[in-house]
């Protein structure tokens, strides 16, 4: 599986409206960083090639984050596509249509969770585990970790579900006392959107997780506590649509507000609107811009040097 350029032939035997809505979700992920705009080639390659070899998966969105932690750990783009396929082989039930994959991942983790205070708090305050997961898992825990943290585990990622499932509750155990100091549903969920930002060691986070990695093969299946609850996502066509078909996976250059609002109205009679103001996800202008930072002083001396070469021409005239 190697990740060839990107060629007419591959295009023209993509549907086509898969492809108008991968361009639509590249520069939305990339959000208002022109900068970024063209270190997502290889990004767009690795989603092309993936059409190519599973057309019965195809293209769901969150996937495009998920090649991009690989493009970012590897040099060779056939190398990034290797592993991403692989990865993708593994959990690919997180993305086909009906998302089978989603029922014993809220199973498995809440299995795990229980007990502990910030799950118990979790459940005080309304926070149910369909609100978060789903779109942390469909997105590769994206949204939770920064790149540092996200590459130095990704060898224990790669292995599968369990692996996302314990990083999750990993890092939810690493800011218990954070997480219980807040009163409400909306600053739990402000401090949830907000854990890309928690200080906590890469090493001792894979530490944690790996243990209890081992904890959840351990659980027999009637130990598990959900139904099918995450029925209200729908996957239609490429897009992760709600049950009034608002995309939840889409980035906007305004900080994901889409995704914000279907997380508030799942609270049962909830007509809040925590998402619209000091949330940290309004500070996020784009989600790739800690995957390719070494792009943006590469781009802006091309664009320095394409002013110049204007000017010099305009003077010349």
């Known amino acids: 599986m190697q990740a060839a350029p990107c060629s007419p032939s591959r295009i023209e035997g993509a549907d086509a409206e898969v492809l108008r809505q991968l361009e639509l979700d590249l520069p939305r992920t990339a959000g208002t960083d022109v ?19 599973d057309p ?26 290797h592993r991403f ?27 795990l969770a229980q007990g502990r205070p910030w799950f118990k708090h979790f459940t005080r305050y309304g926070v149910l585990t369909e609100m978060f997961l789903p779109q942390a898992l469909l997105s590769m825990l994206v949204a ?10 990704l060898q224990f990622i790669e292995l599968g579900l369990n692996s996302l499932l314990s990083l999750a509750v990993a890092l939810l155990d690493s800011q218990e006392s954070q997480l219980l100091q ?12 907000g854990l890309k930002d928690c200080q906590v060691s890469p090493s001792t986070l894979l530490d944690m997780a790996q243990a209890q990695a081992k904890a959840i093969d351990k659980f ?8 099918f609850r ?20 889409a980035a906007s250059s305004g900080g994901l507000p889409d995704n914000l609002e279907w997380l508030a109205q799942q609270k049962d009679g909830s007509s809040s609107d925590w998402w619209q103001g000091s949330s940290p996800l309004n500070a ?12 943006e002083a590469g781009q802006k001396t091309a664009e320095a040097e394409s002013t110049e070469k204007e000017r010099k021409t305009s003077h010349s005239m």
Not at 60 to 81: I, K, P, R
Not at 144 to 153: D, V, Y
């Open 35 to 53: 900068a970024l705009h063209g270190c997502i080639g290889r990004v767009r390659h690795m989603i092309l090639q993936h059409l190519e070899d």
């Open 56 to 81: 019965e998966l195809g293209y769901c969105q969150g996937m495009t984050l998920v090649a991009a932690v690989f493009a970012a750990n590897e040099d060779a783009e056939s190398e990034a596509y």
């Open 85 to 111: 396929a692989a990865f993708v082989q593994r959990v690919r039930g997180l993305w086909l249509p009906g998302f089978p994959l989603l029922q014993p991942s809220i199973a498995s983790f809440e299995a």
């Open 144 to 153: 939770w970790l920064p790149l540092r943290t996200l590459l130095h585990c």
């Open 182 to 193: 807040r009163q409400s549903f909306e600053e739990l969920m402000d401090t949830i959107q």
């Open 220 to 227: 027999p299946r009637s130990q598990t506590m959900s139904d």
């Open 230 to 249: 995450s029925g209200r996502l729908h996957r239609k066509g490429s897009r992760v649509v709600d049950e009034e078909g608002v995309e939840i996976l």
């Open 284 to 295: 996020i202008g784009s989600l790739f811009h800690w995957i390719f930072p070494d792009c």
